[in-house]
């Protein structure tokens, strides 16, 4: 997967942007993008803030467009602010997916101004840029370096209920113009230009990460701190006796797995936390975010970079209650899973209630008194039998598989019903029910992380100032 540059927008900005480009009179618009913007193994722009310019200070005709430098100069000012890029925005009424020639003139005109007007920014990495809009809200988009040198964006992706994937065609043409068919060899293709991230190589993010791989896509990222111990054999997949005995990596075991069925992909490892700044850059890079954590700080920190990296989000957990009976027997009450999904902008996993301020407090005390952090971890998925090594393979299956399945209905539509209805999915094997909460059904704080990129502290969090 050989790719330079892409840009991530949430829904409600995208559909915001478009019915203002497209007012239904076929003549052109604009709007200017303020994107944060991560220069790491490839450019990651993400829209933070747009400018619409209005429809009566422009010259517009179906095929030309020209507008005031007021508004240039009004992004300039806020990009200044928080070192944003900026991108000019238009709409092709007609159809055109590519740049015209009047479209590279105007570029060659107003990016030297632009970057004059960003002086006072002396980084390599700045960037900004041109984009184009159809109607239907596919997009390309070109960026220039501070030497005004161009290059395309290679995707603009759109997360919201449902993922959309708009490709640069010298980096990807799909065979149609609809999304690839679920399950079929397009959809492998396709997958192969994305990278996915997995926080949490246990019980369910080995599982995770077989399946992630072996659908296809081009990069896989790997990010949890533990070594393997002799209670994990009975449920991380690929992991053998002489891993236990020689204290291996997780992630250094499932990379090795992966590179052993798969020829044409490329395995990153990060052996910390996800609290780790180190670990949080690297994940900030991918497209996709599979969360397959037990703390509530790993899923505070997945869920801070869903907002601020402009991820789409899948968390899944399990668990098994079970209830005491008598003196040393227990009887259980449920066997459970759990996958919810969130997009940026979306109702987050604080407004869920998935953690809280205060689960991540006791957690952290948990972890400050060795002897309490040792009963919690032992408790495991079984809180209240103290079983530290429970066999709940099935279940991780279980859990993982619908995990990556809602991934795959989200980016390649196949069900009957709205995404929108199914933010999260609740079974019990115990009663044999499955159950779906739609994202309306919950409430949404505002946000003020969305966008907001590598700003200082990262995350908006203190201890990650470094």
């Known amino acids: 997967m050989m790719r330079q540059a892409n840009m991530a927008w949430s829904a409600p900005q995208h559909a915001t ?7 239904g009179d076929g003549k052109e618009a604009a709007a200017i993008l303020l994107c944060s913007r991560i220069v790491g193994t490839r450019i990651k722009l993400m829209v933070r803030e747009y400018i619409l ?3 009566e200070v422009c010259e517009r005709h179906p095929d030309f467009l020209s507008w005031p430098s ?3 100069e009004q992004a300039l000012e806020i990009a200044e602010e928080d070192d944003m890029s900026i991108i000019l925005l238009h709409s092709h009424p007609g159809g055109l997916y590519e740049f015209s020639g009047v479209d590279i003139e105007s570029d ?8 004059a007007g960003r002086a006072k920014c002396h980084k390599d990495e700045i960037w900004h840029g041109s984009a ?8 390309r988009a070109q960026l220039y370096d501070k030497h005004h040198r161009p290059m395309l964006v290679d995707l603009v992706a759109v997360y919201g209920d449902d993922l959309r994937f708009f490709w640069n065609p010298d980096c990807f043409t799909p065979t149609s113009s609809d999304r690839p068919l679920a399950f079929s060899d397009a959809m492998r293709e396709e997958l192969s230009r994305l990278s996915v991230c997995i926080v949490g190589a246990s019980g369910t ?3 995770v990460a077989e399946q992630v791989a072996r659908l296809g896509f081009g990069e896989v990222i790997l990010i949890d701190y533990d070594r393997m111990e002799k209670k994990n054999l009975n449920r991380i997949l ?3 006796l002489h891993d236990v005995q020689t204290g291996r990596h997780k992630v250094d075991v499932i990379s090795e797995a992966i590179r052993k069925f798969r020829d044409r992909v490329s395995v990153r490892v990060v052996a910390t936390g996800i609290g780790c700044r180190e670990a949080i850059l690297e994940a900030a890079m991918a497209d996709v975010i599979f969360c397959c954590v037990d703390s509530h700080e790993g899923r505070q920190i997945c869920d801070l970079m869903a907002s601020a990296f402009l991820h789409p989000l899948f968390d899944v957990g399990v668990t098994i209650p079970v209830r005491k009976r008598g003196a040393s027997k227990f009887s259980i009450l449920d066997v459970v899973g759990r996958v919810d999904y969130v997009w940026p902008g979306g109702s987050s996993l604080a407004d869920r209630g998935v953690f809280t301020p205060a689960s991540v407090a006791a957690e952290y005390l948990a972890r400050a008194d060795a002897a309490v952090h040792a ?3 032992k408790e495991g998925y079984m809180p209240g039998a103290h079983e530290e090594a429970p066999s709940v393979i099935s279940l991780n299956m279980r859990a993982a598989s619908a995990c990556v399945t809602e991934f795959i209905a989200r980016a390649f539509p196949f069900r009957h019903d709205p995404n929108t209805l199914r933010a999260r999915t609740l079974f019990s094997l115990a009663a044999c029910e499955e159950e779906y909460v739609a994202e309306q059904s919950f409430p949404k704080a505002k946000n003020a992380s969305l966008g907001r990129g590598t700003k200082r502290p990262l995350l908006g969090l203190p201890a990650l100032q470094g």
Request: overall charge negative; charged content about 15%.
């Open 17 to 23: 942007v478009r019915t203002h480009l497209f007012p």
């Open 53 to 55: 310019v209005p429809h």
């Open 70 to 72: 007021d508004y240039v």
């Open 108 to 115: 060659a005109q107003v990016m030297p101004a632009i970057f």
């Open 132 to 139: 184009i809009m159809l109607e239907d809200g596919a997009m």
């Open 205 to 207: 993010g080995s599982i």
């Open 238 to 240: 690929n992991s053998t």
């Open 375 to 377: 009963a919690r971890v």
